[in-house]
């Protein structure tokens, strides 16, 4: 009897440790989970910040100003464009046909 009590007491050591163990690593993996839902909501703050500042810099009047004072750009007028005029391709000579 004494051994069965013996085998006993140790299976509900054995369980009770257990339990203490899986206890403690259900709050560790809870603990992690919510670190990452935190970090999932700041990198969504990140992404829609970053989304604002790309439209605004891309907005038609940004990069207007910046090719007029950076790059010196500025509208073309008649006056200082330059046309350029292609031979006509019907008058161009036909390639030779090659046969093998």
Known sequence: ????????????????????????ESRRLFSELDKAH????????????????KRAQASPGRVERLAREKLEMRQPTPAITTYMSYPNPTAAQPAKATTP
């Open 38 to 53: 935190s970090q999932a909501r700041r990198l969504a703050m990140d992404v829609e910040r970053l989304e604002v500042e």
């Open 1 to 24: 009897m004494t051994r069965i009590n013996t085998l006993l007491i140790l299976a509900l050591v054995a369980t009770a440790i257990y339990l203490v163990r899986v206890q403690y």
